[in-house]
Nanobody, 127 residues
């Protein structure tokens, strides 16, 4: 069992930055693929970024490429999402999720493959 807790959300002006953290407890974190998803009010949950268990492979949604960076520190059981050049359309609840290793290009963006989820942290970007 893995418990995930997100932090780092808040209110920021457009063009600003935030760094989200996803801290894991329970089983060791290093054997899991970890992803960030977000859900804006009235919209479906969408994939943002994912990182392999070793950190050597990362995936990004088109909306995140060039602005967001996902990283992990397995020694600290923590995954980060650095978000720069934030836009009002980035406003959402951001949740991290942990899933099995070996997710390929056809799976990493699918919420259903991730078995563990955090409660989420609100990110609000003002214009």
């Amino acid at each position: 069992q893995v418990q995930l807790v997100e932090s780092g959300g808040g209110l920021v002006q457009a063009g600003g930055s935030l760094r989200l953290s996803c801290a894991a407890s329970g089983r060791t974190f290093s054997g899991y693929t970890v992803a960030w998803f977000r859900q804006a009010a009235g919209k479906e949950r969408e994939f943002v970024a994912a990182i392999s268990w070793s950190g050597s492979t990362t995936y990004y949604a088109d909306s995140a490429k060039g602005r967001f960076t996902i990283s992990r520190d397995n020694a600290k059981n923590t995954v980060y999402l650095q978000m720069n050049s934030l836009k009002p359309e980035d406003t959402a609840v951001y949740s991290c999720a942990a899933g099995p290793t070996g997710l390929g290009s056809s799976s990493y963006y699918r919420a259903g493959v991730y078995g563990y989820w955090g409660q989420g942290t609100q990110v609000t970007v003002s214009s």
